[in-house]
């Protein structure tokens, strides 16, 4: 039984994915649209819950998974980073990554 838990252990583990290489859709941010001033609803659903905001036209969007509305808005428009408006951790869509980057430190 310790074989099988030193075994276990030793296994490579899941990482969460986030963003390593740098740039890959963050030229797509338009800082001038930005306004995070208005209520953090949905724009299609009205709901004020799991609410992110594109970075490309900062309109709100709900949820990030593959029925949301968000992930919608990021396959018809082409706009792929969202910023979670709880959390404030930004997101790439569709490919649903994190992204670590200090350079959205000021939006934040």
Not at 5 to 24: D, F, I, N, S
Not at 26 to 51: G, M, P, Y
Not at 59 to 67: A, F, I, V
Not at 82 to 95: G, S
């Amino acid at each position: 039984m310790d074989s099988d838990l030193e075994e276990y252990e030793q296994r490579p583990r899941k990482k969460q994915k986030t963003a390593e290489v740098k740039g890959l859709y963050l030229e797509t941010i338009n800082r001038t649209a930005l306004d995070f001033d208005f209520e953090k609803l949905c724009s299609v659903s009205l709901t004020n819950n799991n609410v992110y905001g594109c970075l490309t036209c900062g309109k709100y969007y709900q949820g990030r998974g593959q029925q949301s509305h968000a992930f919608y808005h990021s396959m018809n428009e082409d706009h792929h980073v969202f910023i979670n408006l709880e959390t404030l951790k930004i997101y790439v869509l569709p490919e649903n990554y994190e992204v670590t980057d200090s350079s959205l430190n000021d939006i934040k």
